[in-house]
Nanobody, 122 residues
Framework: QVQLVESGGGSVQAGGSLTLTCAASGWAFTLAWFRQAPGKEREGVAHIYTSNGRATYADSVKGRFTISRDNAKMTVTLQMNSLKLEETAMYYC??????????????????WGQGTQVTVSS
């Protein structure tokens, strides 16, 4: 079992930047960031293989968000730039991906952090 703790959320103006960090209690082959706005489904934002750092992004964040990992510290970071109003949401870290299932699907993941709130204002 892997425990995940997110941090770094907060309030930022549209166009600003935030960096989220997920600290894992154990090693995970892959990790991902999701977000969920009130009344909306949880959606995948970014995914990373911890072995080689290979990353995949949702189309909506490509070119603005960067996911990276520090295996020594067992952390995964999500650098978010040029934030938009509609990206206000609770952001979650996930681990324990079921092999063969799409990373964007929340049901593919077994372990979740408690989330960190990101609020983007005008």
């Amino acid at each position: 079992q892997v425990q995940l703790v997110e941090s770094g959320g907060g309030s930022v103006q549209a166009g600003g930047s935030l960096t989220l960090t997920c600290a894992a209690s154990g090693w995970a082959f892959t990790l991902a960031w999701f977000r969920q706005a009130p009344g909306k489904e949880r959606e995948g934002v970014a995914h990373i293989y911890t072995s080689n750092g290979r990353a995949t992004y949702a189309d909506s964040v490509k070119g603005r968000f960067t996911i990276s990992r520090d295996n020594a510290k067992m952390t995964v970071t999500l650098q978010m730039n040029s934030l938009k109003l509609e990206e206000t949401a609770m952001y979650y870290c996930a681990a324990g991906q079921t092999p063969g299932r799409k990373w964007e699907n929340p049901l593919s993941w077994s372990y979740w952090g408690q989330g960190t709130q990101v609020t983007v204002s005008s």
